[in-house]
């Protein structure tokens, strides 16, 4: 019974630990949907243009891109949990600025901060769960980061409703978002830095005190031996993300994250509402309540991951998931060449996004999280995080650009769908070539499995 105690105690205590490092994600989610809220009101109390439309919402992106550039730096140096904090401390600036923005110029400057945070939290908080997580959880407890996003964007669809109103109605729809910053603020100082940093710091002493809390007293000490001899193979240095095993891994967290921006789907969230309303699908006067929908539906995708995750490989569900959102696109393209009735396009969205949210959208973080060495892994994903955010940028600007152009020439945008549908094929073949599987596996037997693949590639050369 005291064994079973002590497990329930560690238990509740890892998914504390996890809940608020799962904040950022709720932030990066709630911060993507409420600047669609806000952007009729900013049209016309700032007299927008079209570019400076695109402007207000690429702002932030642009943001996300500089974060990693600072995480080289934050998340080695000072640490994981003070990166987090420094993140907080950039949205708790954006959401005030914002919130009092006297035009769009200063506007663009709160958000582009704000945007900051969130390529610091994205980068962050998936190393310092991957970090404290047991291997067997580890899957799951990444993907409370992903939960915490899709609950950020379903608040920020009601907050966004509930504030819609002329005057300082906007105004109040960014300053809502203080209510997460400050919960971020004072449980980052209630939970432990990550152990594996602490280790490649010399911390032992502390490195040790928090993997008891989260492992019985001998796998604690087993683990902490195991990340020793694992430092002591690592120079933790830049170059060491060019050498032969590491570059691989390197390549193919790049590539996985370029294709969870590319693929689509995220277009389909980001665009809904314009998309269901062009279709003619609208609740009353309220174009992103037409949305709701889709938004509850990833709700309830993301806690069927979970489960998926827990019970299936990372390789299989991965290549089940980009299969899926390729057939969707392509009943999405079928659909717009019919001109089949508005309702019917729903049925592509849920079923694209769906497949997104139960595949590759958790475990594009999952696995970028565990398939670095400790040493490196901020340096790793600070790269990984930079190549996610350009994507995302390029892709967002190109989308309503490709969908006008095929319009124009074709009189419907089914060829958007069908060059989303190629992409996540090829998804599917690179990673039934090149990710590896690591359900399961520790994190410093993941370093291994890396430094196997370099010695091979000495030998083969």
Known sequence: MELQNSSKKRNRYIFGVTLVASVGGFLFGFDLVIIAGALPFLETDFQLTPALKGFAVSSAILGAIAGPLFGLWFTDRIGRKKTMLVAAIFFMISTVGCAFAAGIWDFGLWRFMGGVGIGLAMMSSPIYIAELSPPHKRGVLVNVNQLSNVIGINLAVIASYFFSFDGWGWRWMFASQAVPVIFLMIGLLL??????????????AEALKILTKINSPETAKTELETIQHSLGTETGQFGELLK???????????IIMIFSQINGVNMMLLYAPSILA?????????????????????????????????????????ISSVCLMSVAHLVMALNLFQQWPPIFTLIPMLMGTGAFTLGLAPLSWIIVAEIFPNRVRGKALAVVCFFLYASSFVTAQFFPVLTHWFTGQFNNAAGVYIIFAIICAACAIFSWKAVPETKGIGLESITAFWKRKEKDHGINQ
């Not at 032969?244 to 790049?254: F, K, N, V």
């Not at 990833?298 to 490989?313: D, N, P």
């Open 244 to 254: 032969p095993g590491i570059r691989r891994a390197l390549l193919i967290g790049i």
């Open 278 to 318: 062009e279709a003619g699908v609208t609740v009353g006067s309220h174009a992103i309540l037409s949305s709701i929908p889709v938004y509850v539906f990833i709700f309830v995708c993301t806690i069927a991951a979970f489960g998926l995750i827990k019970r299936y490989s990372r390789r299989a569900l991965l």
């Open 191 to 204: 939970i432990p830095e990550s152990p594996r940093w602490l280790a490649a710091n010399n911390r032992m």
